[in-house]
Nanobody, 121 residues
């Protein structure tokens, strides 16, 4: 079965950096889309950054110029480099991928378990 595994979260001071990783594994035929979302307490889960199979990227206005999303197709991995972190960035960060299963050959979305990012003042 297809699974996503996130890593790289933690506690960092304002102005610091973190790099999140998300690895997709299982019977993967192709990955059309990978993205990072975040959810703070009491808030909705919102898109932070995304990248398509063609390499097109999209960012939330609040993170433009500070965060960079990238992918390594050979490793089925997506990264989120987070620089100049602010306390407002504190949230649980989730990886999502639109993946075509090797057997079913039908696309569907998969979610990771989430990783906590905490930015102190």
């Amino acid at each position: 079965q297809v699974q996503l595994a996130e890593s790289g979260g933690g506690l960092v001071q304002a102005g610091g950096s973190l790099r999140l990783s998300c690895v997709a594994s299982g019977s993967i035929f192709s990955i059309n889309f990978m993205g990072w979302y975040r959810q703070a307490p009491g808030n909705q889960r919102d898109l932070v950054a995304s990248i398509t199979s063609g390499g097109s990227t999209n960012y939330a206005d609040s993170v433009k110029g500070r965060f960079t999303i990238s992918r390594d197709n050979a490793k089925n991995t997506v990264y989120l480099q987070m620089n100049s972190l602010k306390p407002e960035d504190t949230a649980v960060y989730y990886c999502r991928a639109n993946i075509v299963d090797s057997m079913a050959r039908m696309p569907r979305s998969y979610w990771g378990q989430g990783t906590q990012v905490t930015v102190s003042s």
